[in-house]
């Protein structure tokens, strides 16, 4: 058999490899763009089960992350109403309970 027909036998094993690769990737990536959608317990929780920096180095993660928490707000909207725990986790506090007595200013961040 010539040496060009074994190289040729290789291709078609090489493309249908490349393929199925490209569809584990897509699935990889849509799980991953899926659980940036979701509440951010879910998406910590899927995220706990990736290995390392696999999904840094494998995933458009950045870009795929801000336009996953982009949000739909503009400037003049009304904030929406949200529920969280207090710090001692013993009652919570909503957004609307706060605003119907005067402005509200929120920080996010540490001043540690």
């Known amino acids: 058999m010539p040496a060009w ?7 078609p094993i090489l ?3 490349a393929a199925v690769l490209f569809v584990l990737w897509l699935g990889f990536v849509g ?11 879910k998406f910590a929780t899927v995220m706990s089960y990736m290995p390392g920096p696999v999904v ?24 929406p109403d949200f529920n969280l725990a207090t710090l001692d986790k013993t009652s919570h506090v909503a957004l609307s309970s706060l605003s119907s007595k005067g402005p509200v200013v929120l920080v996010f961040g540490s001043y540690t």
């Open 15 to 17: 493309l249908k490899t």
């Open 31 to 41: 799980v991953v763009w899926w659980s940036m959608n979701q509440q951010p317990e």
């Open 5 to 11: 027909h074994k190289k040729r036998r290789w291709k």
């Open 56 to 79: 840094f180095l494998m995933a458009p993660f950045e870009t795929m992350w801000m336009r996953a928490r982009a949000g739909s707000l503009q400037p003049g909207d009304h904030a």
